[in-house]
C-alpha cells in the first residue's frame, strides 16, 4: 500500500518562504511517475482545497490566490513531489497534502504551516 509522507512545514512569518516535500513508500518503481501529483491544503474550519498540480510532464497548475508565489515540481526517481512556497501570507495557513489529483491514494498526515503575521 502506499503511503505517502509530508513534510517541511512551520512557523513562519508573513513574507517567508518554506518547501515541502511529498515521498511516497510502501512500494517499489517509481509509482508516482505516471500519475497527476497534486498538493492540497486544509485551512481551519475549511474544507481541503486543490492548490497545485503538475502533470507527469511537468505540466503545472496553481490556484489563483497562489499564483505566482508557489512552485510544485517532481523527481519521479524519488518518488517526490515538492512545493516551494514563497511570499507567505496567513491565509496560506493550513495543513499541506500531496496526493494524486484525483486523490487515489489514502491521504498521509499532511505538514502544518503556519502563517503569522
Known amino acids: 500500500q502506499v503511503q505517502l509522507v509530508e513534510s517541511g512545514g512551520g512557523l513562519v512569518q508573513a513574507g517567508g518562504s518554506l518547501r515541502l516535500s511529498c515521498a511516497a513508500s510502501g512500494t517499489s518503481g517509481s509509482i508516482l511517475r505516471f500519475k497527476i501529483m497534486a498538493w492540497y491544503r486544509q485551512a481551519p474550519g475549511k474544507q481541503r482545497e486543490l492548490v497545485a498540480h503538475i502533470t507527469p510532464g511537468s505540466f503545472t497548475n496553481y490556484v489563483d490566490s497562489v499564483k505566482g508565489r508557489f512552485t510544485i515540481s517532481r523527481d519521479n526517481a524519488k518518488n517526490a513531489v515538492y512545493l516551494q512556497m514563497n511570499s507567505l501570507n496567513p491565509d496560506d495557513t493550513g495543513v499541506y497534502y500531496c496526493?494524486?489529483?484525483?486523490?487515489?491514494?489514502?491521504w498521509g498526515q499532511g505538514t502544518q504551516v503556519t502563517v503569522s503575521s
Open positions: 496526493n494524486t489529483a484525483s486523490s487515489i491514494f489514502s
